[in-house]
Protein backbone atom coordinates (compact mmCIF):
# COMPACT_ATOMS: atom_id res chain seq x y z
CA UNK A 1 0.00 0.00 0.00
CA UNK A 2 1.21 3.26 -0.70
CA UNK A 3 1.84 5.73 1.83
CA UNK A 4 3.18 9.70 1.37
CA UNK A 5 4.33 11.13 4.22
CA UNK A 6 4.66 15.09 4.48
CA UNK A 7 6.76 16.92 6.82
CA UNK A 8 6.23 19.69 8.85
CA UNK A 9 2.51 19.06 8.99
CA UNK A 10 2.28 22.70 10.57
CA UNK A 11 5.04 25.56 9.46
CA UNK A 12 4.70 29.21 10.49
CA UNK A 13 7.47 31.62 8.63
CA UNK A 14 8.40 35.11 9.03
CA UNK A 15 8.37 37.24 5.58
CA UNK A 16 11.12 36.53 3.85
CA UNK A 17 12.79 33.88 5.26
CA UNK A 18 13.17 30.52 3.48
CA UNK A 19 12.30 26.70 3.91
CA UNK A 20 11.62 23.45 2.35
CA UNK A 21 8.53 21.47 2.99
CA UNK A 22 8.85 17.63 2.06
CA UNK A 23 6.79 14.93 0.88
CA UNK A 24 8.40 11.14 0.66
CA UNK A 25 6.50 8.14 -0.33
CA UNK A 26 6.64 4.21 0.02
CA UNK A 27 6.40 2.67 -2.84
CA UNK A 28 8.18 3.35 -6.83
CA UNK A 29 6.79 6.20 -8.75
CA UNK A 30 7.67 8.57 -11.34
CA UNK A 31 4.46 10.89 -10.64
CA UNK A 32 4.35 13.08 -8.50
CA UNK A 33 2.03 16.25 -7.86
CA UNK A 34 2.05 19.16 -5.49
CA UNK A 35 -1.54 20.74 -4.70
CA UNK A 36 -2.44 24.53 -3.20
CA UNK A 37 -5.68 25.01 -0.84
CA UNK A 38 -6.38 28.45 0.43
CA UNK A 39 -8.79 28.18 3.86
CA UNK A 40 -11.96 27.09 3.02
CA UNK A 41 -11.86 27.04 -0.30
CA UNK A 42 -11.28 24.04 -3.33
CA UNK A 43 -7.33 22.26 -4.28
CA UNK A 44 -5.99 23.99 -7.50
CA UNK A 45 -2.53 22.23 -9.13
CA UNK A 46 0.76 23.51 -8.83
CA UNK A 47 3.15 21.83 -10.19
CA UNK A 48 3.46 17.78 -12.33
CA UNK A 49 6.75 16.11 -11.75
CA UNK A 50 7.41 12.99 -14.10
CA UNK A 51 10.55 12.15 -13.62
CA UNK A 52 13.61 11.42 -11.54
CA UNK A 53 15.15 14.98 -11.30
CA UNK A 54 11.94 16.90 -12.67
CA UNK A 55 12.01 20.76 -11.23
CA UNK A 56 9.49 22.72 -11.20
CA UNK A 57 9.14 26.69 -10.14
CA UNK A 58 6.90 29.33 -10.10
CA UNK A 59 7.86 32.38 -8.27
CA UNK A 60 8.83 31.63 -4.87
CA UNK A 61 7.80 28.24 -4.92
CA UNK A 62 10.10 25.35 -6.52
CA UNK A 63 9.02 21.90 -6.51
CA UNK A 64 11.87 18.87 -7.28
CA UNK A 65 11.20 14.97 -7.86
CA UNK A 66 13.94 12.53 -6.80
CA UNK A 67 12.33 9.34 -7.53
CA UNK A 68 15.29 7.11 -6.14
CA UNK A 69 15.14 8.55 -2.25
CA UNK A 70 11.35 8.59 -3.02
CA UNK A 71 11.30 12.40 -2.36
CA UNK A 72 9.86 15.54 -3.55
CA UNK A 73 10.75 18.74 -1.76
CA UNK A 74 8.76 22.04 -2.12
CA UNK A 75 11.03 24.65 -1.65
CA UNK A 76 10.15 28.28 -0.45
CA UNK A 77 11.69 31.31 -1.21
CA UNK A 78 11.89 34.52 0.47
CA UNK A 79 8.01 33.93 1.83
CA UNK A 80 5.17 36.74 1.11
CA UNK A 81 1.81 36.26 3.53
CA UNK A 82 0.06 35.30 0.16
CA UNK A 83 1.73 31.64 0.15
CA UNK A 84 -0.31 31.27 3.66
CA UNK A 85 -2.33 28.07 2.18
CA UNK A 86 -1.84 23.94 3.19
CA UNK A 87 0.43 22.24 0.29
CA UNK A 88 -0.46 18.91 -0.87
CA UNK A 89 1.48 16.42 -2.35
CA UNK A 90 -0.05 13.47 -4.13
CA UNK A 91 1.55 10.28 -5.74
CA UNK A 92 0.68 8.05 -8.49
CA UNK A 93 0.44 4.94 -7.27
CA UNK A 94 -0.12 1.36 -9.48
CA UNK A 95 -3.35 1.50 -10.15
CA UNK A 96 -3.77 3.53 -13.06
CA UNK A 97 -5.85 7.07 -11.96
CA UNK A 98 -5.72 6.73 -8.33
CA UNK A 99 -3.23 9.19 -6.20
CA UNK A 100 -2.34 8.95 -2.60
CA UNK A 101 -2.54 12.29 -1.08
CA UNK A 102 -0.32 13.53 1.77
CA UNK A 103 -1.90 14.65 5.12
CA UNK A 104 -0.76 18.42 3.95
CA UNK A 105 1.13 20.99 5.38
CA UNK A 106 -0.24 24.22 6.32
CA UNK A 107 1.84 26.89 5.93
CA UNK A 108 1.36 30.49 7.30
CA UNK A 109 3.36 33.83 6.57
CA UNK A 110 3.70 36.10 9.63
CA UNK A 111 5.09 39.60 8.79
CA UNK B 1 -15.87 26.57 -19.35
CA UNK B 2 -16.97 25.95 -15.86
CA UNK B 3 -14.49 23.42 -15.15
CA UNK B 4 -15.70 20.89 -12.37
CA UNK B 5 -18.89 21.81 -10.38
CA UNK B 6 -20.94 20.65 -7.32
CA UNK B 7 -24.46 20.52 -6.23
CA UNK B 8 -25.47 21.53 -3.18
CA UNK B 9 -22.79 23.75 -1.45
CA UNK B 10 -24.02 23.20 1.72
CA UNK B 11 -26.69 20.34 2.76
CA UNK B 12 -27.48 19.66 6.18
CA UNK B 13 -29.12 16.20 7.26
CA UNK B 14 -30.66 14.18 9.56
CA UNK B 15 -29.46 10.78 10.92
CA UNK B 16 -30.69 8.19 8.75
CA UNK B 17 -31.88 10.46 5.76
CA UNK B 18 -30.21 10.03 2.72
CA UNK B 19 -28.96 12.49 -0.75
CA UNK B 20 -27.22 12.63 -3.34
CA UNK B 21 -24.27 15.38 -4.51
CA UNK B 22 -23.99 15.79 -7.95
CA UNK B 23 -20.32 16.51 -9.49
CA UNK B 24 -19.97 17.62 -13.10
CA UNK B 25 -17.29 18.14 -15.69
CA UNK B 26 -17.42 20.43 -18.68
CA UNK B 27 -13.49 19.47 -19.80
CA UNK B 28 -14.27 15.75 -21.24
CA UNK B 29 -12.70 14.37 -18.70
CA UNK B 30 -12.51 10.42 -18.48
CA UNK B 31 -11.69 10.24 -14.80
CA UNK B 32 -13.63 11.42 -12.07
CA UNK B 33 -12.86 11.19 -8.12
CA UNK B 34 -15.03 11.64 -4.91
CA UNK B 35 -12.72 12.45 -1.99
CA UNK B 36 -14.09 13.08 1.97
CA UNK B 37 -11.99 15.91 3.84
CA UNK B 38 -12.02 16.12 7.47
CA UNK B 39 -11.24 19.31 9.62
CA UNK B 40 -6.96 18.87 9.44
CA UNK B 41 -7.04 15.97 7.62
CA UNK B 42 -5.67 15.69 4.23
CA UNK B 43 -8.30 13.71 1.62
CA UNK B 44 -9.44 10.67 1.60
CA UNK B 45 -10.51 8.96 -1.89
CA UNK B 46 -13.76 7.44 -1.14
CA UNK B 47 -15.09 5.94 -4.92
CA UNK B 48 -13.51 6.87 -8.37
CA UNK B 49 -14.56 6.18 -11.87
CA UNK B 50 -12.16 5.68 -14.95
CA UNK B 51 -14.96 6.22 -17.99
CA UNK B 52 -18.73 6.14 -18.05
CA UNK B 53 -20.62 3.42 -16.82
CA UNK B 54 -17.31 2.43 -14.49
CA UNK B 55 -17.03 2.75 -10.82
CA UNK B 56 -14.42 1.33 -8.27
CA UNK B 57 -14.04 1.54 -5.03
CA UNK B 58 -11.31 4.01 -3.33
CA UNK B 59 -10.37 4.17 0.57
CA UNK B 60 -13.31 4.70 2.47
CA UNK B 61 -16.29 3.79 0.13
CA UNK B 62 -18.19 2.16 3.30
CA UNK B 63 -21.81 4.09 3.50
CA UNK B 64 -21.73 5.24 -0.13
CA UNK B 65 -22.24 4.77 -3.81
CA UNK B 66 -21.86 6.08 -7.09
CA UNK B 67 -22.76 6.20 -10.45
CA UNK B 68 -21.49 7.49 -13.58
CA UNK B 69 -24.29 6.95 -16.48
CA UNK B 70 -22.97 9.85 -18.24
CA UNK B 71 -19.24 11.10 -18.47
CA UNK B 72 -20.02 14.25 -17.50
CA UNK B 73 -21.64 13.48 -14.34
CA UNK B 74 -20.40 11.70 -11.62
CA UNK B 75 -23.06 11.12 -8.34
CA UNK B 76 -22.67 10.29 -4.91
CA UNK B 77 -25.18 8.76 -3.12
CA UNK B 78 -25.23 8.41 0.90
CA UNK B 79 -28.20 6.03 1.60
CA UNK B 80 -28.42 6.33 5.32
CA UNK B 81 -26.35 9.23 6.36
CA UNK B 82 -24.38 8.68 9.45
CA UNK B 83 -22.80 11.65 11.70
CA UNK B 84 -19.46 9.98 11.01
CA UNK B 85 -20.28 11.45 7.08
CA UNK B 86 -20.15 15.07 8.34
CA UNK B 87 -17.77 16.31 6.45
CA UNK B 88 -15.95 18.19 3.08
CA UNK B 89 -16.67 16.37 -0.01
CA UNK B 90 -15.00 17.19 -3.08
CA UNK B 91 -15.35 16.00 -6.56
CA UNK B 92 -12.50 16.30 -9.05
CA UNK B 93 -11.67 15.01 -12.32
CA UNK B 94 -8.82 14.70 -14.64
CA UNK B 95 -7.56 13.62 -18.45
CA UNK B 96 -4.29 10.95 -18.91
CA UNK B 97 -2.31 13.10 -20.70
CA UNK B 98 0.37 11.83 -23.26
CA UNK B 99 2.28 10.22 -20.68
CA UNK B 100 -0.33 9.26 -18.56
CA UNK B 101 -0.29 11.75 -16.03
CA UNK B 102 -3.56 12.32 -13.50
CA UNK B 103 -3.56 16.27 -12.50
CA UNK B 104 -6.61 16.43 -10.72
CA UNK B 105 -9.52 19.31 -11.31
CA UNK B 106 -11.24 19.84 -7.90
CA UNK B 107 -14.73 21.34 -7.85
CA UNK B 108 -15.24 23.65 -5.41
CA UNK B 109 -16.62 21.36 -2.57
CA UNK B 110 -19.93 20.31 -0.80
CA UNK B 111 -20.44 20.98 2.88
CA UNK B 112 -22.33 18.27 4.56
CA UNK B 113 -23.31 18.30 8.27
CA UNK B 114 -25.17 14.86 9.54
CA UNK B 115 -26.48 16.04 13.01
Known amino acids: ELKVEQNPLFLSMQEGKNYTIYCNYSTTSDRLYWYRQDPGKSLESLFV?????AVKQEGRLMASLDTKARLSTLHITAAVHDLSATYFCAVDGTNAGKSTFGDGTTLTVKP | NAGVTQTPKFRVLKTGQSMTLLCAQD?????MYWYRQDPGMGLRLIHYSVGEGTTAKGEVPDGYNVSRLKKQNFLLGLESAAPSQTSVYFC??????????????FGPGTRLTVT
Open chain 1, 49 to 53: LLSNG
Open chain 2, 92 to 105: ASSLPLLRGTYEQY
Open chain 2, 27 to 31: MNHEY
